[in-house]
């Protein structure tokens, strides 16, 4: 889906809006690692600063915690979050169940790694139901 010298798809998607535009650089900062989170922050100053989550306080702030195991983001996360797994349910059918919580944040990020993915994860099922 991304070819070398072809923009990633989300930087060919018009930003309607200032909202829409600060978005896409959030969620660029996502995918190419550069949101400084809790626990950079404190990696960077040698824990002098507290890796914790600032919304419950309950454990380290991660990317895994915030897409995947914070209390406080479960009203706002959790309905985007069962819209692309049912979109990923219904494009690659037994896929999401085979990720571990790390890969499953990865492509909750950037679905653009789901391709390569399924097309082992879909090699592996036939090689399966063939023996």
């Known amino acids: 889906m991304v070819k070398p010298g072809k923009p990633h798809p989300l930087l060919q998607q018009e930003a309607v809006s200032t909202y829409y535009a600060n978005r896409q650089v959030l969620k660029l900062k996502f ?3 550069k949101c400084v989170l809790q626990s950079d922050r404190a990696a960077f100053s040698k824990n002098k600063v507290d890796d914790t989550c600032r919304v419950r306080y309950e454990s380290p702030e991660t990317l895994q915690h915030m897409f995947l195991e914070c209390s406080g983001l479960v009203a706002v996360r959790d309905p985007f979050l069962r ?3 049912s979109v990923i349910e219904e494009t690659f059918p037994g896929l999401l169940q085979s990720y571990t919580q790390q890969q499953k944040v990865s492509a909750f990020i950037d679905c653009t790694v789901l391709y390569k993915k399924a097309h082992t994860f879909q090699s592996r099922m036939s090689e399966t139901s063939q023996n």
Do not use: N, T, V
């Open 31 to 33: 995918m190419c690692g």
């Open 83 to 85: 819209d692309i797994e």
